[in-house]
Every structure is written in structure tokens, then in C-alpha cells.
């Protein structure tokens, strides 16, 4: 698939960058075709189109962009529909991947344009992500075609229903933080045991890495591989049901249950 489209990214931050990154890398579009837009801070947006090699624009530029990507934070959406908005015309095509800002809400302020709301994850920089994505009410197949081409070669995407995205966000939208938490718990732990910091950082990572691949390239489901390296009445058995004591489940349950609070109130505001 090529996209003959120019592209518009209002915000080029992380997430927005590692989407135009699998862009180019996919070769769906040329660097010359998309534009890098930040009228309010035209310094970070000359940096983050130098970084990408994608064009610089400003906000006229929208007007001959056949798509428009909403790249930034989600309070910034109504900064950027009062800057921006004359040049959002129904005709375009619109991505977001703005947490808590619902398709009903997107359409509502672009009239009623095909909109697709993406929640990519952090992985995303690596190739790695965990996306999902919800197709506005005026899109075709063609647009979701056109959504997983994008995301595909920056991991696995999935297709979901607007109800179950807060539950996603959970998941796999705010994960890697959980995660993140996990390996500052094990290496902190360890450098209490003696283990010099830098290496126990690294050794947390590469456990962590070894073992979402294992799961990844074998098949075999977390339980099991998890039974699997728990001898019976061994050092990992012991560790297990210290987590169990602690109420570990229910602990990762609270912690999603709270992303999810978060999401809907956002979407609500």
C-alpha cells in the first residue's frame, strides 16, 4: 500500500514520532509528504522534522493534507482545534492517538469526518507495540486497511469496539509502566543484596526480555513455562507464595482498575 495522501502530524513527541518512523520504514509515504506542525512552539517542531527528516510546516500546510494525525497530549486537543480548526475540513482523514478522547468526541468536533483512534504503547520506538485501534462511524474497510498498514511493522495491532478501550489502555497502553515498576523493584532489591546497581538493572532487563521470548517463540503460555522453572518446595516456589501472601494479583488488578478510572474521566472531561 502507498499512501499518495500529504500527511499533517499536529505534535511530533514520541508515540507520534515512532509512527512516522514506521511510515517511512514500511515505505508507505515519501519524507516530503509528511509535515511536522507546532505552530506553538515552532523550535520543537524544527527539531522534531530534523530528526525525522520529514518537512517543517505550519498551519496552512493542513489545508493540502488529505491526512491529519493528532499527535498530541489529549488537554492539548482543545488548544489545538481553536489553532488549527479552520483547516479541519470534513473531507480529511483523521488518526489519534490521543488517550480519553472518544470517537463520538472526535467526530463531534471534525463534523463528522472519518476519524480512527489508535492506542498505541511505548514499544512502539522498537518495533514492538501492542496497538489497537477503533474506526470512526464514516470509515470503510479501506480505512482499516489503511490503519493496520501503518502499525504493522511496528508490531501486532488488533481492531477492538470503543467499549473496550479503557480496558486495552489497561492492558497494554500504560503496561510498560507497570513493568518498568517491576524491574526498579527487583534491581533496587538486589543492590540490597549486594549486587553492584548497574548489573542488577541489566540482569532484571535480560530476565524480563528471555522470558517474553521463550513465551513469544514457543507458545507456551506464561502458567505453564511458569510451572515449568518452579521446582516443588525449590527457591522460586518459595518466592512465588511470598507474591501470593502479598496479594500480588489483586495488586496488578487494583493498579489496572485505576488506569481505567483515569481513562474514563479523561473521556468524560
Known amino acids: 500500500m502507498k499512501i499518495n495522501e500529504k ?14 518512523d514506521g511510515i517511512l520504514r514500511a515505505g508507505l509515504a515519501s519524507r516530503e509528504n509528511i509535515y511536522c506542525i507546532n505552530d506553538a512552539y515552532p523550535d520543537v517542531a524544527r527539531e522534531a522534522a530534523e530528526r525525522h527528516g520529514i518537512t517543517l510546516g505550519t498551519a496552512s500546510d493542513i489545508a493540502d493534507c488529505g491526512i491529519v494525525v493528532f499527535g498530541v ?6 488548544d489545538a482545534l481553536e489553532m488549527y480548526g479552520k483547516y479541519f475540513t470534513p473531507d480529511k482523514l ?7 478522547v472518544s470517537i463520538e468526541k472526535l467526530e463531534g468536533c ?6 480512527v483512534r489508535f492506542m498505541p504503547n511505548m514499544p512502539l520506538s522498537v518495533c514492538e507495540s501492542a496497538t ?3 474506526l470512526g462511524n464514516a470509515c470503510t474497510e479501506a480505512e482499516a486497511e489503511l490503519a493496520e498498514a501503518i502499525f504493522a511493522p511496528l508490531g501486532i495491532i488488533k481492531r477492538i469496539d470503543e467499549s473496550m478501550m479503557s480496558a486495552y489502555i489497561a492492558l497494554s497502553g500504560s503496561s510498560p509502566a507497570y513493568i518498568c515498576r517491576m524491574i526498579e523493584a527487583i534491581a533496587a532489591a538486589a543492590v540490597e543484596f549486594g549486587v553492584p546497581a548497574e548489573t542488577a ?6 530476565s524480563l526480555i528471555g522470558t517474553a521470548e521463550v513465551i513469544k517463540k514457543t507458545g507456551i503460555s ?15 516456589e518459595a518466592a512465588l507464595n511470598s507474591l501470593t501472601e502479598s496479594d500480588f494479583d489483586e495488586t496488578v488488578k487494583k493498579c489496572m482498575i485505576a488506569c481505567m478510572k483515569r481513562n474514563d474521566e479523561l473521556a468524560k472531561g
Not at 8 to 14: L, P, R, T
Not at 94 to 100: C, D, K, N, Q, V
Open 7 to 20: 500527511i499533517a502530524f499536529i505534535g511530533v513527541g514520541f508515540m507520534a514520532g515512532s509512527m512516522v
Open 73 to 78: 497530549k489529549p488537554q492539548i486537543f482543545p
Open 94 to 100: 483523521y488518526l489519534s492517538i490521543m488517550a480519553g
Open 110 to 115: 471534525l463534523g463528522g469526518a472519518r476519524v
Open 132 to 134: 489497537v485501534y477503533v
Open 201 to 206: 538493572e541489566q540482569y532484571a532487563v535480560q
Open 222 to 236: 506464561p502458567a505453564e513455562l511458569r510451572t515449568r522453572v518452579t521446582s516443588k518446595k525449590g527457591t522460586t
